[in-house]
């Protein structure tokens, strides 16, 4: 279950750039490192030696991705990173059911009216981390008309976590 945490937009792009950075000079590094000891090994001097150079930034992609995976993924310095990823995944998955979602809305599904809130309370903090105010801006009037219809209804509009039964609900209406 995902939970929006409060995040200052503008310590989340700088922690986000500097996570960035420091991986990036790791791959360099990694590729660097195994191309130029995969063709001192296997090479032949002066000839052609482009597979090795291809095959050590290989290795280093597969090193990396697991360095990051196993090590650096739990680093503090990569936390807005991680939540940034992890938010964007719970988007995707209320996204990959937009179409239920709608269907549930418009017959006033509690669980599909909860879900399209958090959906909106997640994409507006999205949008606020990553300084994109012009896409925000275009969905004021969809995101308010939304909580103003689940008032209507006596739900809670504070929707800041994820939760799984919303998901099963909603794509058990496009069965029903």
């Not at 300084?131 to 008309?145: F, G, K, R, V, Y």
């Amino acid at each position: 279950m995902f939970e929006i945490q409060p995040f200052n937009p503008e310590t989340y792009r700088q922690q986000t750039r500097r996570s960035t950075l420091i991986v990036a000079v790791i791959f360099i590094a990694l590729a660097m490192l195994l191309s130029s000891l995969a063709v001192l090994l296997f090479g032949t001097p002066g000839g052609d030696n482009f597979r090795w150079n291809a095959g050590g930034v290989v290795a280093a992609v597969l090193a990396c991705a697991a360095l990051f995976k196993l090590k650096l993924w739990s680093q503090p310095w990569m936390s807005a990173a991680v939540y940034g990823w992890q938010l964007k995944r719970a988007l995707m998955s209320v996204t990959n059911v937009m179409h239920q979602v709608e269907v549930g809305v418009k017959a006033q599904n509690p669980d599909a009216m909860k879900l399209l809130r958090f959906y909106h309370q997640g994409l507006t903090q999205m949008y606020l981390l990553e300084a994109n105010t012009s896409s925000l801006s275009q969905m004021t009037h969809e995101i308010d008309a939304h909580k103003d219809a689940m008032q209507a209804l006596g739900l809670d509009t504070d929707q800041p976590r994820l939760q799984p039964q919303w998901l099963a609900t909603v794509k058990g209406l496009s069965k029903a």
